[in-house]
């Protein structure tokens, strides 16, 4: 991926197809976006000779009609096709209905790509998965060239952010972006790459981003307090536990989106420490979930807090809390501080 290298690498030959994928769409577009800059249009080519199609319903004749027009006042034209149907997953269902319309559809493409016009750098931009076993994929990666961006570890996010950091002539220490991931809660680069402007233009003429700064701009996500929570109560941390809770409820968080949360917590603690107890991997318990590989990363260390007795103790209690919650008269903070004081005497 571009960003461990800091820039787009040199391009000493230009080939006539291109395709840039993945689930890391903060790095895909800023990847296109350099692509194109490497390519050293001036302003009037640019205009003249660069096209872009985004629609999965596209002509493809149009597309290469495109292709195959000379440039103008140029020596190369470009064409940005993006989500393009011939490459992407479809369902079963769509895919029978449509299979023999979609192979006469890209049949000009794959013909123009036998013999491309070498003038003409041709892109495909897909935001997610691709189809590997479809002739364009296969054409595409006989005669171009393919890059694939994969959502970031946590590891990998933290270099990105001091990556992006230096960028921008500041620095940051390691265990700083670190501390910036956690503060977030998840890892959305462009949620980072916003709060790294930010405090980048905050610190001024300090050089280093330091923890804080990132305290004094970075808001607490909510979801980041619950796992603040859940680790203070795995961890018999009553007093912990409780001012977290009471910072949450001095935020305005409503007590039954809290009860939720926490809930929700405990029984992905549990679902993540049953799958892993099967054998299953991280990342398979992610795609098994339908969660991000950083959350179950999260919730697979606290399950290390709890056994599954423990875990089965705090949904029954967890229930009765939200029994409590809606239909007694007892005071919402005080069902949700009985709440943390039982699950840590579980």
């Known amino acids: 991926m571009f960003w461990k290298e800091g820039k787009f690498p040199a391009m000493n030959k230009i080939l006539p197809v291109y395709l840039f994928y993945g689930e890391e769409q903060f790095l895909l577009k800023e990847a296109v976006q350099n692509f194109i800059k490497e390519i050293g249009f001036k302003n009037q080519e640019k205009e003249m000779n660069y096209s872009i199609y985004d629609n999965k319903d596209m002509d493809e004749n149009e597309i290469v009609r495109q292709c195959e027009t000379y440039p103008f006042l140029s020596d190369k034209r470009l064409v940005l096709v993006k989500n393009y149907k011939g490459i992407i997953p479809v369902t079963s269902k769509v895919k029978s209905q449509n299979k023999k319309n ?24 897909v935001e997610g998965k691709i189809d590997k076993r479809k002739k364009l994929f296969k054409e595409i990666e006989k005669r171009g060239k393919i890059f694939e961006f994969k959502t970031l570890t946590a590891k990998q996010c933290e270099k990105w952010i001091t990556n992006q950091v230096e960028i921008m002539g500041k620095k940051i220490l390691l265990s700083n972006a670190q501390y910036l991931i956690e503060r977030i809660g998840i890892l959305d680069l462009y949620r980072l790459d916003s709060e790294i402007k930010k405090i980048v233009a905050y610190i001024g003429n300090k050089e280093e981003i330091q923890a804080a700064d990132i305290d004094e701009l970075v808001a607490v996500k909510m979801e980041n307090n619950i796992f603040v929570l859940t680790d203070a109560v795995g961890l018999g941390k009553t007093s912990e536990a409780l001012k977290v809770l009471h910072d949450m409820l001095e935020q305005g968080e409503p007590p039954l989106k809290l009860l939720f949360m926490i809930s929700r917590q405990v029984r992905l603690i549990f679902q993540c420490k049953s799958l892993q107890k099967q054998g299953y991997s991280s990342k398979e318990i992610a795609s098994i979930i339908g969660q991000h590989p950083f959350v179950i990363s999260k919730c697979l260390k606290q399950a290390n807090n709890y056994s599954f007795s423990q875990l089965s103790s705090g949904m029954e209690l967890l229930l009765e809390a939200d029994i409590a919650l809606k239909s007694t008269g007892l005071e919402p903070q005080i069902v949700l501080e009985n709440l943390i004081i039982e699950l840590n005497g579980k």
């Open 102 to 125: 979609k192979e006469q559809d890209i049949s000009s493409l794959l013909d123009y790509l036998q013999n491309p016009a070498p003038w003409t750098i041709l892109m495909f931009s």
